[in-house]
């Protein structure tokens, strides 16, 4: 740049800059209010109770800012301790989540089931030609009678071991839903299969039990009605009886998880036994209450869905006394029982291994464990998570 001398430089005036404070900009004033870096003059905090603020002495919420996150529910059920409400929802939303491995399975078994324990009973029956009940007379023989006892003995066993199957084939399909992982009927066969002894050893230890006490008791009132006489044995035989009502609940109570144990934690029978009682003893009023209640809702369920062919089946034996009515009676109230174990049986086994899972949280912290399959890839196999229900830690509590 030139100047006006015509030389080249500063312009006219222009001089080094005085550094200092910096002008002020805006008009006179101008700035943040009184009381902007703080709480304004007069301020006082809100009464205790004032809405939207916690009372005195209230403890800090854990979280970012007092939020609390929900627990973690891959599956039908929260991994934290679980209420009432969590563990029907749960026995309703597996069978929901996997109908096919749910209803399916049930209805295979089920009804393989009652086929064979009507074929059982029809046997014998269809050599009957007629009942003449004004007579009081039939031309049924003692080996008839004989063989209608047998094969009602052989259905009811036909009906118990496919119980127990079943419930070993759900307690796998419940394992896997607790981490919203399905599983097909096959690959529910293949793990229980090895299983199968296990569950027979323990239900029949229980049936062994109970006909102890039953025994027992009886036996009690048989000798009292001998030696003393009827009326001290039915003034003995009342107490007892409600007392052996009380030791089957409760044996049926102590070893309600034993069967869930052989099957997810793959124990012997003994162990099984021996943990399923650790297990129950220190919570034995809320097991029992629950699966009391689980068992009601079953019973009504099933009495609902059965109720018309149990009608048309007592309509049949009423109206025609015959050897085919007899037949067609059965075969209305087998369909009617199996539509019933269909519709609950899934429910039940449902309500019981969740009980075992809620109890295994409480008593072991067993959440923390279970929260550890959440992590697993959702490319992973569906048997991945399958190994955490083998982690057994000893403290109870």
Known sequence: MSN???????????????YGAPPAYGPPGYGPPPGYYGPPPGYAPPPPGYPGYPPPGYPPQPGFGGFTPPPLKPGIIPLRPLTLSDVFNGAFAYVRANPKATLGLTAIVVVVAQLISLLLQVGPIATV??????????????ATVLGLALSTTLGALTTVLSAIVLSGLLTVVIGRAVFGADISIADAWRRVRGRLLALF??????????????GLVIGIIAMVAYIIGGVAAVILGIPLGLAAIAALFYLGTILLFAPTLAVLERLPVMASIRRSIALVKKDFWRVLGIWLLGQLVAAIIAGAVSIPFSLGGQLFLGTDPS??????????????SAIGQI??????????VLLYTDRRIRAEAFDLVLQTGVGIPPYAPSDSTDHLWLTSQTPQR
Not at 4 to 18: C, E, L, N, R, V
Not at 202 to 214: D, K, P, R, S, T
């Open 201 to 214: 050893g323990i239900v029949g230890i229980e049936v062994l039990g109970a006909a102890l006490i039953i």
């Open 343 to 352: 519709v609950t049986a899934p429910f039940t086994a449902g309500v019981v």
């Open 4 to 18: 006006d001398a015509g030389g080249y430089g500063p312009p006219p005036g222009y001089g080094t800059p005085a």
């Open 129 to 142: 030609s007629s009942v003449d009940y004004a007579e009081q007379s039939t031309d049924m023989d003692i």
């Open 323 to 336: 050897a085919s009515g007899t037949v067609l009676a059965l075969v209305l109230l087998s369909i009617g």
